[in-house]
């Protein structure tokens, strides 16, 4: 069956995951657009040329801006064919955010109604 090879990914865009970095060619067929308009979108949103690598992180965002009309698990499947990390959205501590989860911003506080239970107590 040569007409199912065709629609194969590459051997080396298997699982890149989150320190992956991908051509422009595997970007669009993952995403199933022409190669020009992730030419344009990686000039536009990352100030790159063509030969230069995106990884993971910039990935997601091109799956975002180019296929940001279409449902969530249409993206998310797009970034799984290219074997780009694809937090799950059902997990918040699932991110490429560069800070620790107890320092974002949706973290609960910790207040007098509802203390932190991981400070040292004062038994006294």
Do not use: W
Request: net charge negative.
């Amino acid at each position: 069956m040569a007409g199912d090879d065709d629609r194969m990914a590459p051997a080396s865009s298997a699982s890149h995951g989150q320190g992956g970095t991908f051509a422009i060619a595997e970007i669009a067929a993952a995403f199933d657009v022409a190669g020009e308009r992730v030419v344009r979108a990686v000039h536009g949103e990352f100030g790159q040329s063509p030969d230069q690598p995106v990884d993971s992180r910039q990935a997601q965002h091109l799956a975002e801006v180019i296929l940001g009309d279409q449902p969530l698990e249409q993206r998310e499947a797009a970034l799984m064919r290219l074997g780009a990390y694809t937090p799950r959205a059902d997990i918040t501590d699932a991110s490429v955010d560069e800070k620790p989860v107890g320092e974002q911003s949706d973290r609960i506080r910790p207040s007098e109604e509802v203390p932190d239970i991981g400070a040292p107590r004062e038994d006294g």
